[in-house]
T-cell receptor, first 109, second 113 residues
Framework: KQEVTQIPAALSVPEGENLVLNCSFT??????LQWFRQDPGKGLTSLLL?????REQTSGRLNASLDKSSGRSTLYIAASQPGDSATYLC????????FGTGTQLKVEL | DGGITQSPKYLFRKEGQNVTLSCEQN?????MYWYRQDPGQGLRLIYY???????QKGDIAEGYSVSREKKESFPLTVTSAQKNPTAFYLC????????????FGDGTRLSIL
């Protein structure tokens, strides 16, 4: 059974810093890897989806990579802003997703 | 605007009561999903449906029931058999192909009176 882990559980950085969020998974046969953002009391917003045949995806200041052989994905956020403060979740799978527990990010002025 | 609407935003349940959470989507998606989120935990799949009139149990289906009579609607009933129902419930939909992301509603927070 696929298990997804995210470390650290919480992260606080000053504005403008580049940062990396980590996601690891146990089954390298993962179909897709998705990154989501969740604001307090809200649903999830899809940020990036990396298909199993891809190694990375980029959207604006966000870049996500996927290394199936090592069971890892990273989400890189460039030039962080206070508006980036949220919980970031990764999820692996196809139609059925297995979620990590998330990293709570705070970007301070 | 296309999206997913969950209602109510907050819901309270009495002992022995069944409650139903509503989820409606106008994205013309075939697949719909119900997740439960507890503090400090990731989302866990309760039920999912890939087509009208068909649904499958997820990882934690006990104490829950669903129906999928219309493509747009996927209501979740939390029955009295669910002994620990307090959680944040999220509904999602997707086109049913794995290379497209799921879209989420804003959730329903269920508490026990």
């Amino acid at each position: 059974k696929q298990e997804v882990t995210q470390i650290p559980a919480a992260l606080s950085v000053p504005e403008g810093e580049n940062l990396v969020l980590n996601c690891s998974f146990t089954d390298s046969a993962i179909y897709n890897l998705q990154w989501f953002r969740q604001d307090p009391g809200k649903g999830l917003t899809s940020l990036l989806l990396i298909q199993s045949s891809q190694r990375e995806q980029t959207s604006g200041r966000l870049n996500a990579s996927l290394d199936k052989s090592s069971g890892r994905s990273t989400l890189y956020i460039a030039a962080s802003q206070p508006g980036d403060s949220a919980t970031y979740l990764c999820a692996g799978g196809g139609n059925k997703l297995t979620f990590g527990t998330g990293t709570q990010l705070k970007v301070e002025l | 605007d296309g999206g997913i609407t969950q209602s109510p935003k907050y819901l309270f349940r009495k002992e022995g009561q069944n409650v139903t959470l509503s989820c409606e989507q106008n994205l013309n998606h075939d697949a719909m999903y119900w997740y439960r989120q507890d503090p400090g935990q990731g989302l866990r799949l309760i039920y999912y449906s890939q087509i009208v009139n068909d649904f499958q149990k997820g990882d934690i289906a006990e104490g829950y029931s669903v129906s999928r009579e219309k493509k747009e609607s996927f209501p979740l009933t939390v029955t009295s058999a669910q002994k620990n129902p307090t959680a944040f419930y999220l509904c999602a939909s997707g086109p049913g192909v794995s290379n497209q992301p799921q879209h989420f509603g804003d959730g329903t927070r269920l508490s026990i009176l």
